[in-house]
């Protein structure tokens, strides 16, 4: 590579074969490209060595392993100091060998610091990122680590180190969050070689934030894996480092930066205060003891009674105990959930609900509609009949068509297939009310080509499809060819309409879902059930669609004009 490369990617390695590949890859997916990516080997002794240098060869235009003399283990910082020397873009960017960043991570961050020379470095909350294992109840723990500051914050220095201090170190940033300018991190002397493990990315950030204003965003651009051999993790093991209480590896922090900032003639008043206040737990035993001692005899005390708990209640009183404590909704252990009415292999009805009052997908559907209902205007045709078009739009239709496939319907203006209507006029009409039909029709893309070429431009096709529910009795239920997603929704009719004129949504949860299939009515359910929408449970698909103003053309792909 003969042109320096906009950002230096940094990936530090010991003994991480696991993960490795994984992180490479999302560099490799970044959508900014314009990088380099510095393997720093730290002495492994696994496999990693050569995945780094596979990737290398692959790629030796942007990729380069270093290692230090004699291939010594010199620690985290030491590693990191490495790559910096010998970094040659603007930016630097550094990815710990089992982290991973989001696809946009690089391409945000460029554009932060391109648009503001006078910021430092740029960071942004990151994911602590449970759900790797593909567990449904790690993925349920993934959590944002927030950055306690409101988006587009850049504060004075030392003001955003104060923040990390007073935050107990609860919002000091992911390392895999940053973007600095090299000039910058080379300035501050880079990271302290002494820190070889936990707290060298505070060692690095005290540094940057205590001369340098920091840009803080919210958007997400990487994910922080948490797995037992973490970095973290281990020195959690060992006793080294607390999360939650006062530590050793913390007190080492915190002692450091009191004589950095000394060194550097840092005397802000209130940061000194903050470092104060943070060092109490380190200071006589008897100091000590409020903030170490009585922690721990409180956790104690807490694993004890749970202990307890465990062993002498119920299971279900145990777990809804732990969910009301714990602000969360109460899930019954395995074996005591009570199905009460519902434990039945027939449902409760076969009418959809239609027999004990509204078919709970018929609510999502006239719900939608009511919604759009300004889209029910001028010139208008609904499938079979048009009772959603008067309904719905009222005085605002001048006219209203039928479109029905059965020729000895009565009343009905216009008699064909959708799929199969060339006789039916281009560029007609100015709405196309369509409730719970495209399921019916095997054909569905030319369905969907008649319904765009009908249309004026600027019409409006409202749609609604099934997405989770049973399958009917009648003849409409032995007819139906489909179930749909709102993606295969979005797809078939972005293959026609501009994908900016396209709304989809799915409406339905678990509970409405269930109720639907057991033939349970709207009006059983609460409002608020009925309208809490889980995209893992759509009983309805809705879809709005706008024609654009090029010329309509036919099933067949050839113009048709318009008949008056």
Known sequence: MTVAPTVSVLICFLDAERFLSEALASVYAQTFDDWELLLIDDGSRDGSTAIAGQAASAREDRVRVLTHPGRENRGIS??????????????????????????DKLERQVAVLDANPDIAMTYGPTERWYGWTGRPSDVRRNVMRGTGLAAGTAPEPPQLLRHYLESGGEFVPGICSLLVRRDAATAVGGFDDRFRGVFEDQVFLSKITSRYRVLVTDDCTARYRQHPASCCAVASEKGEYDPTLPNAARGRYLSWLKDYLAEAHVADAALLKALHRERRPYGH??????????????????????????????????SWLEARIRGRAYVPPPGWVRFGNLRRVVPLGRAHGDDRCTPIDRYYVEKFLARHAHDIRGHTIEIGDDSYTRRFGGSAVSRADVLR???????????GDLADAEHVPSNTFDCFVLPQTLQLVFDVKAAIATIHRVLVPG??????????????DDERGKARNWGFTPLSARRLFEALFDANDVDVASHGNVLAATAFLHGIAAEELKAEELDHDDPSFPVVITLRAVKSNCSPLNVAGKKVEAVT
């Open 78 to 103: 030491a590693s990191r100091n490495l790559g910096i020397r010998e970094a040659r873009g603007r930016y630097l960017a550094f990815l710990d060998a089992d982290d991973v960043w989001l696809p």
């Open 405 to 415: 496939a059965d020729a000895a319907a009565v009343g009905a203006a216009i008699i």
């Open 285 to 318: 035993p008897l100091v000590r003891w409020p903030y170490t001692g009585l922690p721990e005899l409180m956790r104690s005390a807490k694993r004890a009674t749970k202990q307890a708990a465990r062993a002498l209640l119920p299971a279900p009183v145990t």
């Open 459 to 472: 019409g409006v096709v409202l749609a609604t499809l099934p997405g989770l529910g049973p399958l009917a």
